[in-house]
């Protein structure tokens, strides 16, 4: 199988004094879905950030794509968190899905019929697409991306990550703001895509029942640590209450959905919302769908996917 996409062991990160998580240990590995999970304030932000090379380890080792991280940023695709597109907003889906692949470059690609330009036009042509066709997007890319739903800008913004054929795709909370069908039309879209294409996929999720018919694994952060596993083995009162240090239970309704009671409030902090991403914002920890249902708003996001993010100005801070 070669290389894990996403190899730490025992790393620690902190920002200026304080400790954001330490000692986590993980993998990933190619074609694997794999959930990242916790409340507001743990550190899942942090963890995106750290592979993506923008914030270093302070202890122990992280690799990406079997280099340090930030090297392999031309393979991985990466979807930050973001606000929808505003109605006014004229650009096509199919533009979007195409900075994807030329993002990085200044100016409006040029379709010269001669020399290499000609011949990188088709094959982008060609990529986008595909990718377009690969999430769903064929009917409604041609549009306007400000007069779409949410779902349907998700799922094209998945096909500008997929653009450069990444082999890891690092997804900061996409099902937020999204409702329930949509919710699991897009996990079930990543889903799909590690298995057809071989990609390796990290999302990040407050709440993980969209997600439990797909996933091959979580990884759960909470009071500085984490724990992987099955979903079955991690999201269960004895973990839970083990990685908290306090009690807590994870109830499964009747529809199936799992339900954590009593979660404790993470520590405040009055810079977490620029130290994590994960923006802090009061949710009710009494009943928290899977792990704590507060949704997040748009972060500053680590300046790294060589203009695949251009896209992304009209709905979130970049």
């Not at 390796?200 to 952060?221: E, F, G, T």
């Not at 992987?228 to 807590?248: D, F, I, K, N, S």
Request: negative net charge; hydrophobic residues 40%.
């Amino acid at each position: 199988m070669g290389d894990p996409a996403i190899e730490l062991d025992a790393a620690t990160v902190r920002i200026g004094r304080r400790t954001i998580w330490s000692d986590v240990s993980m993998r990933v590995d190619r074609g694997e879905f794999v959930a990242l999970l916790g409340a507001n304030g743990s550190g899942k932000s942090t963890l995106l950030r750290a592979l993506l090379g923008a914030l270093p380890a302070s202890a122990g080792r992280i690799a990406v794509l079997g280099r340090a991280p930030g090297a392999a940023s031309g393979e991985i695709g990466y979807l930050p968190q973001r606000r929808s597109f505003a109605p006014q907003t004229r650009l096509r889906g199919v533009d979007v899905v195409r900075l994807g692949f030329d993002g990085d470059r200044w100016g409006v690609p040029l379709a010269l019929p001669w020399g290499r330009g000609a011949g990188r036009a088709r094959e982008a042509r060609r990529r986008v697409a595909q990718v377009i066709e690969l999430v769903g997007a064929a009917s409604y890319a041609e549009r306007p991306i400000g007069e779409l739903s949410g779902g349907e800008q998700q799922r094209l913004l998945i096909a500008q990550a997929l653009a450069r054929r990444p082999r890891l795709l690092l997804l900061d909370e996409p099902l937020d703001s999204l409702d329930l069908p949509n919710q699991g039309a897009v996990a079930a879209l990543v889903g799909e895509i590690c298995r057809v294409e071989g990609v390796a996929a990290l999302l990040v999720a407050h709440d993980v029942n969209p997600l439990l018919a797909y996933l091959d694994r979580v990884v759960y952060l909470a009071a500085g640590h984490a724990v992987e596993g099955p979903v079955e083995e991690v999201v269960t009162t004895q973990t839970l209450t083990r990685l908290y240090g306090a009690p807590v239970e994870v109830l499964r309704a009747s529809d199936g959905r799992l339900v954590v009671v009593g979660q404790p409030e993470p520590p405040a902090h009055h810079h977490d919302r620029h130290d994590d991403g994960d923006h802090g914002h009061s949710h009710d920890h009494g009943h928290a769908a899977a792990d704590g249902s507060g949704h997040a708003a748009a972060h500053c996001s680590a300046a790294h996917d060589r203009g695949r993010v251009a896209a992304h100005d009209e709905g979130h801070a970049g």
